[in-house]
């Protein structure tokens, strides 16, 4: 590929998590043979507030910009938002259709939900395992991420019974994202699992990503 991919997020635990996971979709599913440095796969695009305002202000601004003069230096834009409320997702819909350079993701509730979906990692990060531990939700038989209505909050859980951690994840704990997206998701976040545990958030995800790497592969003739 001989342009990079631009990421539009809502806050800082998403730019830590998102880059890793590219990362281990285009190798996995799009067959990346990886370049000598991975940071040259992705950008995050700043925006100018955090939230849902801020990513739609951030996608008019490149629709305007792609309509004008395209950007060379990226092949496809991701945006990924947690739950949005209708209207947004709408305005983003209407915005983005037709235009095969942007993927609109939906992790729903929070991108946590993808974090937990892919249990194998997260207990090693974790030192647990799948023995029960207390009343922890995320032992239960019933238990599906994507209808954890608080995945930080069950994220947070798990901090607090793991063993060797000195420190909580809280509301987003960004120390502690970057040790797990850098030690565990990248090159070997679970994707069949987490498409299992989230198939209305991270499949069609997944999928539009690997679609996308693939489309500008075959322009290119080749990845980088």
Not at 55 to 61: I, N, S, Y
Not at 65 to 75: G, H, M, V
């Amino acid at each position: 590929m001989s342009a990079k991919v631009g990421i539009i997020v809502e806050g800082s635990i998403d730019e830590i998590l998102v880059p890793p996971l590219l990362e281990r979709i285009a190798r996995d599913r799009a067959g990346f043979t990886w370049p000598t440095i991975p940071d040259d796969l992705a950008d995050i695009i700043p925006i100018r507030k955090r939230g849902h305002g801020g990513v739609l202000d951030a996608v008019r601004r490149l629709v305007r910009c792609l309509s004008d003069i395209p950007l060379t230096e990226y092949a496809f834009f991701i945006i990924l938002l947690d739950s949005p409320p209708a209207a947004v997702h709408r305005r983003l819909r209407r915005l983005t259709q037709g235009k095969p350079r942007f993927v609109l993701g939906i992790a729903i509730r929070e991108i946590e939900a993808w974090w937990l979906a892919d249990r194998r990692n997260t207990l090693a990060w974790l030192r647990l395992d799948e023995e029960p531990r207390g009343k922890a939700r995320y032992w239960a038989a019933s238990y599906k991420p994507e209808n954890d209505h608080h995945p930080k909050r069950t994220l947070d859980e798990l901090t607090v019974l793991a063993p060797e951690l000195d420190q909580h994840y809280g509301h987003g704990n960004t120390e502690l994202a970057r040790e797990f997206a850098e030690d565990y998701w990248r090159g070997s976040a679970e994707l069949d699992a987490m498409e299992r545990s989230c198939p209305r958030g991270f499949r069609p995800f997944c999928r539009d990503t690997t679609e996308a790497l693939r489309a500008e592969r075959a322009r290119e003739g080749r990845l980088l």
